[in-house]
């Protein structure tokens, strides 16, 4: 390839563009364009010719799956004209959920890289420009290519599938809980530590770009009667598209929730993940009500590896498609639930 290759950056918002107008430096607000991100970066234009762009100023926990596939429009976009890899920055909060919902969709063999930042650009060490640096020279290595979307975070690459958010303050906030990073930027050389490999992107629908169907997540507690589950069940047929459930352990949950799962599943799909933080849903080692075997044996859906908020973009994103057949819905999990 001659000339300087193209990196698209696309900015979302999150405390990367946060500033504060407080003297005290407080409550700061997404305010940054997607140039002055670029603007920050010392170096950066010696490296890639950027095209950045302003693609929403929001704090992460207000963006949603249509802006988010709205940006995967933009970014499909941008490598149809010819750049050589993607990077969108966005806030830390729901990035994890970002990165793979474009993940599930992203169709095409150059970079996605999503990026973000820990501490805002006015304080002492702020991140952000040392991570858009690392996405970015990660988006033009050609060794990026066909790994779907990554997460570049202090220095560390992340598969979008596993990478979560697990500290709510500090700057290494990112990990992947299960499997560890696969990647690592080192004196601006990208080494990845696995062979470029992924699983095959789902079909969006025509036309599907906005829609939005609604994929509750339920989270188990001790003492769980299945009184939110019931809840959203009374809301009647229109109500849910399907139902995630965060549960204990291996994927468990009480035997009066149990009651409840049944009921729920027999009206829409219901997948249960493991609200651990690591590690699968169990198969077959537990048989008690609650149990891995009895759920399933009640028509719900391991979710395999995934985390709840990962479970639950799967399953939103099958809904895209209408109604999920349960026996669609295991060979879904089972492909992209585990590694
Ligand atoms: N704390 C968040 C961040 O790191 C705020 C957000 O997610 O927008 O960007």
């Not at 805002?120 to 990660?138: F, H, I, K, M, Y």
């Not at 699983?199 to 629908?205: A, D, G």
Request: aromatic share 6%; glycine share 12%; net charge negative.
């Amino acid at each position: 390839m001659t000339g300087t290759p193209t990196v698209a950056i696309g900015a979302l918002g999150g405390t990367i563009a946060s500033t504060s107008n407080a003297t005290d430096g407080g409550e700061i607000v997404p305010t940054l364009s997607a140039e002055r991100l670029v603007a920050a970066v010392p170096g950066l234009g010696e490296i890639a010719a950027i095209r950045a762009e302003t693609l929403a100023q929001l704090p992460s926990p207000s963006l949603d799956e249509p802006t988010i596939l709205r940006t995967l429009g933009w970014a499909r976009a941008v490598v149809d004209a010819g750049a050589r890899g993607v990077v969108v920055t966005q806030g830390t909060d729901t990035l994890e959920e970002s990165a793979y919902l474009l993940d599930l969709f992203w169709d095409r063999p150059e970079p996605l890289v999503v990026t973000g930042a820990m501490r805002s650009p006015q304080v002492a060490g702020a991140d952000g420009p040392a991570n858009l640096l690392t996405a970015v020279r990660c988006a033009l290595a050609s060794v990026s290519r066909e790994r779907g979307v990554l997460v570049a975070f202090d220095d560390e690459l992340h598969q979008a599938r596993w990478v979560a958010k697990t500290d709510s303050m500090s700057t290494s906030a990112f990990r992947s809980p299960v499997f560890g990073p696969i990647g690592r930027c080192v004196e601006g050389e990208v080494v990845y530590a696995v062979p470029a490999a992924r699983v095959p992107p789902l079909r969006l629908p025509p036309g599907q770009e906005t829609g939005d169907p609604r994929v509750p997540l339920v989270a188990t507690y001790l003492g769980d009667d299945g009184y939110v589950l019931d809840a959203i069940r009374a809301g009647g047929a229109n109500g849910v598209d399907g139902v995630v459930i965060a549960g204990f352990g291996a994927g468990h949950v009480s035997a009066r929730m149990a009651e409840a799962v049944g009921r729920m599943a027999g009206r829409v799909p219901v997948v249960f993940a493991s609200r651990t933080g690591s590690g699968p849903t169990g198969r077959a080692m537990y048989g008690y009500p609650g149990s891995e075997i009895d759920l399933t044996a009640r028509g719900a859906v391991g979710a395999g590896w995934l985390s709840p908020v990962k479970a639950r973009l799967l399953l939103w994103a099958l809904a895209l498609h209408g109604p999920v057949p349960r026996s669609d819905l295991a060979a879904e999990f089972e492909l992209r639930g585990r590694p």
